[in-house]
């Protein structure tokens, strides 16, 4: 799971939640806590990556993207190549 911040021509700054299991599903704990106005990203593969993924498509700034786990670093490139602040810990780097 991500959520991310992004925000639209007009600069409305809206949440998106990203998820990255089957038809956007969400824990129940998780979809009770969902605020009003707040999107579910469905998608696969990374949620941080459906999140900017929808976002683009959507004709949105990503402001800041975060997730449950340390991020990738494919997502971190994804994230950071559409503009956004990458806001949680990321995956350490084996090659470093």
């Not at 992004?6 to 979809?31: C, H």
């Not at 683009?56 to 950071?80: F, L, S």
């Not at 503009?83 to 470093?96: D, E, H, Y």
Request: hydrophobic letters at 40%.
């Amino acid at each position: 799971m991500g959520a991310g911040v992004v925000e639209d021509a007009q600069e409305n700054r809206r949440v998106a939640i990203g998820t990255s299991e089957p038809n956007g599903y969400l824990r129940p704990g998780v979809k009770s806590a969902l605020l009003f106005g707040e999107t579910v990203i469905p998608g696969f593969g990374h949620a941080e990556a459906n999140i900017v993924a929808w976002a683009v498509n959507n004709d949105c700034k990503v402001i800041a993207v975060a997730a449950g786990r340390p991020i990738c670093e494919n997502c971190v490139q994804t994230i950071e190549g559409a503009g956004g602040l990458v806001a949680s810990p990321q995956k350490s780097n084996p090659r470093s």
